[in-house]
């Protein structure tokens, strides 16, 4: 958790130092967004505004690419990488990249198994002490299952944004959008942003291993 906050941070701070570097294209994320679409051949995709910061995302069940006021209207270095990334998604869904269809598959579930996960810890932290030894493995079982779905979605979350940004990062350099050190930095900022979805994998593999030694050792010590 506090490698999560050290990079979120750090995030936000390259984002906030590349957000002031002019473009020297001179267009905004919605533009670049606009001419990343248009040259993929993608005439159907909607781009939005959405309030917040990073809270840039694409939506493959109304095909829109949704980008925050500063990436929407930004002429930055940040705001083309984050741009051109999310169009990488629509892109991925045009051609049924693979992992994005399981991605996509998997949220209905994923939410799912987090509200069942809090409805547990709400009800462990409310009547914990009437569980007996059947009822915490109980408790214990359906952890791990939804966790598991969990870790599965952060783990297949990885190859979806990686490949999204590597899409994103040839056509900036084909299409010219970026030059030289401009280039370097929206690397630079796209790298760090999969850098958190690695922690967050890594997080959720380390609470399904924590909880799979808690089931484990609580039969070890019966």
């Known amino acids: 958790m506090l490698v999560s906050l050290l990079v979120g941070w750090r995030l ?9 570097i ?3 294209s001179g267009l905004s994320g919605k533009e670049v967004a606009e001419k ?3 040259e993929s051949g993608l005439t ?3 781009i939005t505004c959405v309030p917040g910061q990073l809270t840039d995302h694409y939506n493959p069940a109304n095909r829109t690419v949704n980008l925050s006021p500063d990436v929407y209207g930004g002429r930055s270095v940040s705001a083309a990488a984050v741009a051109a990334h999310e169009c990488g ?6 051609t049924a ?5 399981f991605r996509s598959a998997m949220v209905p579930v994923t939410q799912i198994s987090s509200q069942i996960m809090n409805f547990v810890f709400i009800g462990t932290m409310l009547m914990g002490f009437a569980f007996n030894s059947v009822a915490y493995d109980v408790m214990i079982y359906i952890i791990v299952a939804c966790q598991s779905v969990i870790t599965a979605f952060a783990l297949v979350t990885l190859p979806v944004e990686f490949d999204a940004s590597k899409r994103a990062l040839v056509w900036l350099n084909n299409a010219g959008i970026t030059h030289g050190e401009e280039h370097k930095k929206a690397a ?7 850098t ?3 922690v967050n994998a890594l997080y959720a593999v380390t609470v399904l291993l924590y909880f799979i030694l808690r089931l484990v050792g609580g039969r070890d010590d019966r």
């Open 12 to 20: 936000k701070s390259k984002f906030n130092q590349y957000a002031q």
């Open 89 to 94: 998604h629509a892109v991925q869904h045009a």
């Open 44 to 46: 159907d995709v909607r």
């Open 188 to 194: 630079h900022a796209l790298r760090l942003a999969a």
């Open 97 to 101: 990249y693979k992992w994005l269809g």
């Open 196 to 198: 958190t979805y690695v």
């Open 22 to 24: 002019p473009l020297s």
């Open 36 to 38: 990343m679409l248009r």
